[in-house]
């Protein structure tokens, strides 16, 4: 499978806790976006990499969350001292091209 | 209708209808839009892509249409099948942007009887 994968699938953590996920997209893409989607509603953007570069971070990317991709390859987002309200799916997606995005299948994030 | 929260659109229809599902944007400046499919735990899946010169792009049993006058946007699926049940979205690119920064509507639960 050439998609984008992401890892872990699920994630459940104690409030307060840091977390970490993982992204590697389609290998010869480029372009690289993070997304948190809430039940009901469209995924929202939060971060996009142009390889290494983090070039756009969102407002909703409080100082909790962090990107990276430091080789240009795989990415990682984290979130320190995660609360409620972090609780969500998070999305990966890669790009070759300007347009047209490929999804992560998402790691999904409860915090209790 | 509107949706607020977990209470999506939703559309039913019967195995082989064609169903329609709309979309309004927001911002005339958009430049490309784009349709995914989203089934429950996964993530959502490209079906089709149009750009701001165009009004009409068909693919395999899906069509998009453009309304850049009243900043609508459809999607049509032709013989409905139970698999095409999902929550489909639509996206505007903001352009100008640099990037292609995707902005997602509520989203439209389409439930497909056999």
């Known amino acids: 499978d050439t998609g984008v994968s992401q890892d872990p699938r699920h994630k459940i953590t104690k409030r307060g806790q840091n977390v970490t996920f993982r992204c590697d997209p389609i290998?010869?893409?480029?372009?690289l976006y993070w997304y948190r989607q809430t039940l009901g509603q469209g995924p929202e953007f939060l971060t996009y990499f142009q390889n290494e570069a983090q070039l756009e971070k969102s407002r909703l990317l409080s100082d909790r969350f962090s990107a990276e991709r430091p080789k240009g390859s795989f990415s990682t987002l984290e979130i320190q001292r995660t609360e409620q309200g972090d609780s969500a799916m998070y999305l990966c997606?890669?790009?070759?091209?300007?347009?047209?995005?490929?999804f992560g299948p998402g790691t999904r994030l409860t915090v209790t | 209708g509107e949706s607020v929260g977990l209470h999506l659109p939703t559309l039913s229809v019967q195995e082989g209808d064609n169903s329609i599902i709309n979309c309004a944007y927001s911002n005339s400046a958009s430049d490309y839009f784009i349709w995914y499919k989203q089934e429950s735990g996964k993530g959502p899946q490209f079906i089709i892509d149009i750009r701001s010169n165009m009004d009409k792009r068909q693919g395999q049993r899906v069509t998009v249409l453009l309304n850049k006058t009243v900043k609508h946007l459809s999607l049509q699926i032709a013989a409905t099948q139970p698999g095409d049940s999902a929550v489909y979205f639509c996206?505007?690119?903001?352009?100008?942007?640099?990037?292609?920064?995707?902005?997602f509507g509520t989203g439209t639960r389409l439930l497909v009887s056999p």
């Open positions: 997606a890669s790009s070759g091209h300007l347009y047209e995005q490929y």
């Open positions: 290998s010869e893409h480029n372009r």
């Open positions: 996206a505007e690119n903001r352009a100008n942007t640099g990037f292609q920064k995707l902005v």
